[in-house]
């Protein structure tokens, strides 16, 4: 079965980011690179503090799903855009488990809707992180299908 793992962008950030991701989910990083770390392209010069740039970063999260990020620069970073219109959504197995993941990553953010039941008998919240990330907390006590 495939699972669903979402890649996420930022200015400089990605390292603060998935340590504060890391501090709340929990493990621990299965690949963290430098744009420093990349083999030296021809032609191409890299300032220090872009050679200290996450390349790329993997942080699983659950047995099918992690956690990738990177940031942007050069040519790219014209069309970053915090947020970029998406969300991140967290299925949880308990309610127990929604509280602690809604309320440890929406340290610091805002948020949008509170955890409460729903009209549809899901408990669900919604909340922007402090990075700008959009995310959605879903608890449902009687699984669809």
Known sequence: MATVNVYLTFDGKC????????????????????????PPQEGAKMSEADGERIMHVTLPISKETCLFGSDTGGEWASSYIVGNNYSISINAET???????????????????????????????????????????????????
Not at 20 to 29: A, I
Not at 100 to 117: D, E, H, V, W, Y
Not at 118 to 124: I, K, L, P, S, V
């Open 15 to 38: 390292e603060e980011a998935f340590n504060f991701y890391k501090s709340v989910f929990g493990g621990e990083f299965s690949y963290i690179g430098k744009f420093k770390d990349m």
């Open 95 to 145: 309610q127990e488990e929604a509280d602690r993941l809604f309320n440890g990553l929406s340290s610091g953010g805002q948020i949008t809707m509170p955890m409460s039941k729903t009209f549809w008998g899901a408990y669900f919240g919604m909340f922007v992180d402090k990075f700008g990330i959009n995310w959605m907390v879903n608890f449902d006590e009687q699984p669809m299908g």
